[in-house]
C-alpha cells in the first residue's frame, strides 16, 4: 500500500475495464512522472468527455451535438437499420464499410444475473423508430455471448410478427467474444452472411 494520494489514484484507476492492479499500478507512476500540462490537458481531457458528450436522440449513439453524424448524414439507408448494444460496436461496424444503413443502440444487454432487463434497454424507442413503416430490414447485431443472444432472441420474438425482414449476423464472429474486438474482415463476412430469422 502506498500513501492514500498515491493508493487512491491507483485505486480510481483500476475500477476501469481491463485495468488490473498491476496496470494501474504502471499507469499512476507514469502519470506522476509525466510533465505537469500532459496531466493536467489528460484530467481536461476527461472532464470535457463528460460533460459535452450527449446519446444522440434518434439512435442512442454517443454525440456531441443532439444527433450523431450518421443519422444526420442524408447518404445513410433509411430502410435498415442495425441493432447493437453499445456505441463502440457502432464503430466496429463502421470500420468494415459493408453497411450503408442507420443503427440503433439499445445501451448494454439483457443480464438477469446484473439485474438489466428489457424496460433499461432502448427497447420501446426501438419499436417507436419502427411506426412510421420506413424500416423494412433489422439487422440485430448484438455479441454472440449469453446476454447478446437472449436480447437477440426478446427482439426477434418482438420483431418478426410486426412483419419486418428481421436477420442476424451470420456465424464466423467468435461465441463469447465482443464485436469491438472483432477484425473487419470477420465482421464484414459476417454482415456479408447474415440470415433471416422469421
Known amino acids: 500500500m502506498y500513501e492514500s494520494v498515491i493508493q487512491d489514484l491507483i485505486d480510481e484507476l483500476g475500477r ?3 485495468i488490473g492492479p498491476k496496470s494501474a499500478q504502471r499507469i499512476a507512476f507514469h502519470l506522476l512522472d509525466a510533465d505537469p500540462d500532459d496531466v493536467k490537458r489528460f484530467a481536461q481531457t476527461l472532464v470535457d468527455a463528460k460533460t459535452k458528450v450527449l446519446f444522440c436522440s434518434v439512435c442512442g449513439n454517443v454525440t456531441v451535438d443532439t444527433t450523431c453524424r450518421i443519422c444526420a448524414d442524408p447518404r445513410r439507408d433509411e430502410s435498415v437499420l442495425c441493432v447493437v448494444e453499445e456505441s463502440k460496436d457502432v464503430i466496429a ?12 443502440v439499445l445501451g448494454g444487454a439483457i443480464s438477469p444475473i446484473a439485474g438489466i432487463g428489457p424496460d433499461q434497454l432502448r427497447i420501446k424507442e426501438l419499436l417507436l423508430r ?19 443472444e437472449a436480447t437477440a432472441t426478446y427482439l426477434m420474438r418482438m420483431l418478426v410478427p410486426i412483419g419486418l425482414r ?9 461465441v463469447g467474444g465482443d ?5 473487419e ?3 464484414g463476412r459476417a454482415f456479408e452472411g447474415r440470415t433471416a430469422v422469421g
Open 93 to 104: 461496424i463502421e470500420r468494415t464499410r459493408e453497411f450503408r444503413g442507420r443503427y440503433h
Open 185 to 187: 474482415v470477420t465482421l
Open 179 to 183: 464485436l469491438e474486438y472483432a477484425d
Open 166 to 174: 428481421v436477420t442476424k449476423l451470420a456465424s464466423g464472429l467468435p
Open 16 to 18: 476501469l475495464p481491463g
Open 130 to 148: 419502427l411506426q412510421d413503416g420506413a424500416v423494412t430490414e433489422v439487422i440485430i447485431a448484438t455479441d454472440p455471448n449469453l446476454e447478446g
